[in-house]
């Protein structure tokens, strides 16, 4: 059975919230680099620059690739909701137009 639509996008939320926490941890190190620039400490700053740009680069580059995911998630759910709005309101005109043409059958038949 498909989640309904609701569900979906409380899923995607939560998913936001959990790349937003790990945006967080990310930018620890780039904290602590940041700090270790500012003491001077340049032995520290080099480390981070050889050991450790390229892993917050790929955790960068991770959370841009699934909040993408998400949006594609999120677009898909808005054009299924348009297309069923679409669909309903169709049916709703279809259904109002056979009622009008049962209508003035009728009243030609009296």
């Known amino acids: ?47 981070f620059l050889n050991e450790e740009l390229d892993s917050v680069q790929n955790n960068i580059i991770n959370i841009q690739n699934q909040i993408q995911e998400i949006s594609d998630v999120l677009t898909d759910i808005y054009n299924e909701e348009d297309e069923l709005q679409k669909s309903t309101e169709y049916e709703k005109k279809k259904n109002t137009s056979l009622l009008e043409s049962l209508e003035v059958e009728n009243d030609d038949v009296r």
């Open 1 to 47: 059975m498909q989640k309904n639509n609701n569900e979906e996008m409380f899923t995607q939320a939560c998913k936001l919230t959990n790349l937003a926490d790990h945006l967080n941890l990310v930018e620890m190190p780039l904290d602590h680099v940041a700090l270790n620039r500012d003491n001077k400490d340049n032995g520290a700053v080099h480390y």
